[in-house]
């Protein structure tokens, strides 16, 4: 029989049943949906993780003290700061690949404007800072070259403290007391949010780097060297610059561990990437039970319509239909039953992510791997619970089930 | 009797059966259907085969219609052997020698007349048909059937529900057809009506084999066999054939108001 002529009579008998049909389509709809749900949420996660990663700053290189290595015992991550200004102002001369360079002094302390006080994190950096975060400030301005090189007291701060400090006022002109040394408000920074690891990004005091070492911290050690790479391809050659200058500046001789280390921001992405996928993962396999669970309904769909059709398929056998033949019909029709469900389930899906998209503010992504891999599942599920039934179907005697009433 | 088949399928008996037996195990019992059966048919001839329920016809039946193996015997059918034959070789023989017509009609429901027609067709695999609907269509005009292709069984009355099985049987242009009580389901009226297209097809020269136990029908064949305890008890050709066609012309000048409202009926619906 040819496979055109299966299809027409497996197409024949699921229109003649819409109800039924519809009844085992349910099933497969209800499960595909979920998972395409659950996907889209999961990718939308992803998706906004990496964004509040990208906005860090892109193209972000982040060099930090390393292990120092006493008479071959190693002393463990930060035991020894050897990052200096020194370091910071070659890498800024030296560099080609780099778009910035800006040292983080990092000091936690108490600052006080006016009658209330405020802990918060201040941070002495270049004025390349505000390119390599690509930070916009909401009022004033930056502090200038001239304010870095004459160690100005001047500090541009962060909207969390300024909402904190300044209630209801500009802060742009206002004094700030930092270990008792007072600084000059020029600017304030916007919003940004939290950061992937929850931290409030705009809790934060920005002075230059050189006002924040003679006055605040009173020595040259550095926490951190932000460097920015001209764009995200020269990452890597950056990263290898980043290394051969501060190992020229720290006079490592060939052959002995650099005494830092730089990352990029790809690595610090991947390692949250990795947590929303194995929860992505971990959504979708819950989905997946309720597209097995749809699969066993068209099982038993079937099952029941193989007793109720009993004397079509022996009027089917008396007038020559082999067994296979009766086995293929039942088959497609389980087949094209479940790819419809997956095809209707889709376009549920679909339309659910984004109706969650607009109610909850989250955005929702569906790849097509996922969709592909629903249709895929569904066309297996029909073949996998579609196959009992239609081998029990072209088993029947066709005297008995002739005979069926 | 002749004891070897003759090459030439045109002289060979439509059907040759020869000491079969049927038994069926019961639990621990054993049911013998048939105790040995011997039968030729020869082409074009038309078959009443008689027999109280139990008999054991309904089993002969089921094994002139290759649905049914003996379990021990001969059965040629057009001169090819039949018992020894798998299951799928069994589909395709019923595929191209047989037509089958049911008491109960057995068409698919929710399906229209034409379609089930053209079924047998859609199961062929020698691919000797090609346009299927046509011959379809050709068939159930064959059967007067003409103007209802389109209907559903439903939507027709018992007797042309069986004129669609009979097309359905025909289409495929069997050897043999064979009716299990064709007339069982139909009042008085269509039985005349069913037995003269019977012998209509049968004068064009398929021959038919049908089983019934109304005396009244086994008149319009010619040649009775009756079977008892599952053997053949007797074997007699028909000495006065009635003809249906007469028989129907009678009845609907004796009732004509019944026929009318017959057909008025048959329109509504």
Redesign the interface.
């Known amino acids: 029989m040819k496979s055109s002529v299966l299809v027409r009579i497996a197409g024949d008998s699921i229109r003649k049943n819409k109800m039924r049909t519809l009844l085992t389509m349910l099933g497969i709809v209800i499960g595909v949906g979920a998972v395409i749900i659950m996907v889209a949420v999961g990718q939308g996660a992803q998706k906004s993780i990496a964004n509040q990663i990208n906005a860090l700053g892109t193209n972000l290189l982040v060099v930090t003290p390393g292990s120092s290595n006493a008479g071959g015992v190693s002393q463990g991550a930060g035991t020894f700061n050897r990052i200096t200004v020194q370091d910071a102002e070659k890498l800024k001369s030296e560099g080609t690949l780099f778009a910035g360079v800006s040292p983080v002094v990092m000091t936690r302390t108490q600052v006080i404007a006016g009658g209330t006080n405020w802990r918060t994190l201040i941070n002495g950096v270049s004025t390349d800072f505000q390119t390599i975060r690509e930070w916009q400030l909401q009022s004033g301005t930056f502090f200038t070259d001239n304010d870095q090189r004459t160690m100005r007291k001047v500090a541009v701060i962060g909207n969390t403290v300024a909402t904190n400090l300044y209630p209801g006022t500009d802060p742009v002109g206002a004094q700030l007391q930092i270990r008792n040394v007072p600084f000059t408000i020029v600017g304030v920074l916007a919003t940004k949010g939290q950061n992937a690891g929850g931290q409030d990004q705009d809790d934060v005091v920005l002075v230059p780097y050189t006002t924040a070492q003679s006055r605040l911290a009173g020595n040259t050690r550095i926490g951190q060297v932000l460097v920015s790479a001209l764009s995200p391809q020269d990452i890597p050659a950056a990263q290898d610059e980043v290394r051969a200058i501060m190992r020229e500046s720290h006079r490592i001789p060939e052959g002995d561990d650099d005494d830092f280390t730089v990352r990029n921001q790809t690595e610090i992405a991947n390692a949250a990437q990795g947590t929303t996928k194995i929860m992505t993962w971990l959504l979708a396999s819950i989905a997946s039970v309720s597209l097995i669970v749809g699969g066993i309904g068209i099982m038993n769909i079937m099952l029941v319509s193989v007793t109720e059709r009993t004397r079509e398929i022996g009027i089917r056998m008396a007038i020559g239909a082999r067994g296979s033949d009766v086995l293929t019909q039942f088959l497609v029709e389980s087949i094209v039953m479940s790819v419809l469900g997956g095809a209707v389930g889709l376009a549920v899906g679909v339309g659910g992510a984004s109706v969650l998209a607009h109610f909850t503010g989250w955005s929702t992504a569906v790849p097509v791997q996922a969709v592909a891999l629903a249709i895929g599942f569904s066309a297996a599920v029909g073949v996998f619970f579609g196959f009992y039934p239609a081998r029990k179907a072209a088993a029947l005697d066709p005297i008995t089930a002739l005979r069926y009433e | 009797m002749p004891n070897v088949i003759t090459k030439d399928p045109a002289t060979m008996p439509v059907i040759r059966i020869e000491n079969v037996r049927k038994t069926y195990k019961m639990g621990d019992n054993e049911v013998h259907a048939l105790r040995g059966v011997d039968l030729v048919a020869e082409r074009g001839e038309m078959i009443a085969i008689m027999g109280a329920s139990g008999s054991g016809k309904s089993t002969l039946m089921?094994m002139l219609?290759c649905?049914?193996t003996p379990t021990s015997g001969s059965y040629w059918l057009d001169g090819i052997r039949v018992d020894g034959l798998s299951?799928?070789q069994l589909?395709?023989l019923?595929?191209?020698k047989l037509g089958?017509v049911?008491q109960g009609f057995?068409?698919?429901a929710?399906?229209s007349a034409l379609?089930n027609v053209e079924?047998?067709l859609?199961?062929?695999?020698t691919g000797r048909w090609k346009d299927t609907k046509a011959l379809a269509a050709e068939a159930l005009r064959r059967v007067g059937l003409g103007e209802r292709m389109d209907h559903h069984p439903s939507e027709l009355s018992g007797g042309q529900q069986q004129r669609v099985a009979i097309a359905?049987a025909l289409v495929?242009q069997p050897t043999l057809l064979l009716a299990d009580e064709p007339t069982g389901n139909l009042d008085s009226h269509m039985t005349v009506e069913i037995m003269s297209l019977f012998q209509e097809l049968n004068d064009q020269g398929i021959s038919i084999v049908l089983v019934t136990h109304e005396p009244d029908v086994a008149q319009y064949t010619k040649r009775i066999v009756e079977v008892r305890d599952g053997r053949i008890k007797t074997d007699h050709p028909v000495t006065d054939r009635h003809n249906a066609a007469r028989d129907l012309r009678e009845l609907l000048e004796t009732e004509p108001e019944e026929d009318d409202a017959e057909l008025v009926a048959e329109e509504a619906a």
């Open positions: 089921n219609g649905l049914d299951r799928n589909a395709d019923r595929n191209q089958f049911f057995n068409l698919l929710r399906t379609d079924l047998p859609l199961y062929d695999r359905r495929t």
